[in-house]
T-cell receptor, first 116, second 114 residues
Framework: DARVTQTPRHKVTEMGQEVTMRCQPI?????VFWYRQTMMQGLELLAYFRNRAPLDDSGMPKDRFSAEMPDATLATLKIQPSEPRDSAVYFC??????????????FGSGTRLTVV | AQSVTQPDIHITVSEGASLELRCNYSYGATPYLFWYVQSPGQGLQLLLK??????LVQGIKGFEAEFKRSQSSFNLRKPSVHWSDAAEYFCAVGASTGGFKTIFGAGTRLFVKA
């Protein structure tokens, strides 16, 4: 089965450091989402892309977060500088939209970020 | 903008009993609707989805869901729960136009007792 690959799986970093999380979407998928999961907030949509173009990043703290898709095989989420409140599991998901009967998003295994 | 509500934070059912997890959404047009399941420490797995057509949707692992437009609901059901179904279940609603933005409910944690 095709998979969405996220790296690293775990990251522990000190407050103030830059963090980069990577996602390899499924080949042929044109849409990539970034979600953050915490106990308090659940699954929050941070940003998403269609054909590598950002469609909506209103869920991201703009001053410290940035999301890009330098090419069709790589999506990145950066935090600079990181803060303890950024500790969460970050999920990437990809899918093919619109309107196909197979539409549904495939999630990666997530990056568990701990900022100390 | 769409929204989705899962009224039950957690539910406990006995193994072999039937299950219904509730999901209500708000959206101005016919939405795309999804149910995902997440086991501890894992990513989310798609159980089923609704786009159009038959309002009763069959999914994997014996789950089904029914879209009721009049009630703005998309409840998940299973006739007989197995211990391995214990997990967290998320309902999601996607916009059917524009960017197909998809947001998730807060989730319902299912506990299965022997």
């Amino acid at each position: 089965d095709a998979r969405v690959t996220q790296t690293p799986r775990h990251k522990v970093t000190e407050m103030g450091q830059e963090v980069t999380m990577r996602c390899q979407p499924i080949l042929g998928h044109n849409t990539v989402f970034w979600y953050r999961q915490t106990m308090m907030q659940g699954l929050e949509l941070l940003a998403y892309f269609r054909n590598r173009a950002p469609l909506d990043d209103s869920g991201m703290p703009k001053d410290r977060f940035s999301a890009e898709m330098p090419d069709a095989t790589l999506a990145t989420l950066k935090i600079q500088p990181s803060e303890p409140r950024d500790s969460a599991v970050y999920f990437c998901a990809s899918g093919l939209v619109p309107g196909t009967t197979d539409m549904g998003y495939t999630f990666g295994s997530g990056t568990r970020l701990t900022v100390v | 903008a769409q929204s989705v509500t899962q009224p039950d934070i957690h539910i406990t059912v006995s193994e072999g009993a039937s299950l219904e997890l509730r999901c209500n959404y708000s959206y101005g047009a016919t939405p795309y609707l999804f149910w995902y399941v997440q086991s501890p420490g894992q990513g989310l797995q798609l159980l089923l989805k609704y786009f159009s057509g038959d309002t009763l949707v069959q999914g994997i692992k014996g789950f089904e869901a029914e879209f009721k437009r009049s009630q703005s609901s998309f409840n998940l059901r299973k006739p007989s729960v197995h211990w391995s179904d214990a997990a967290e279940y998320f309902c999601a609603v996607g916009a059917s136009t524009g960017g197909f933005k998809t947001i998730f409910g807060a989730g319902t944690r299912l506990f299965v007792k022997a």
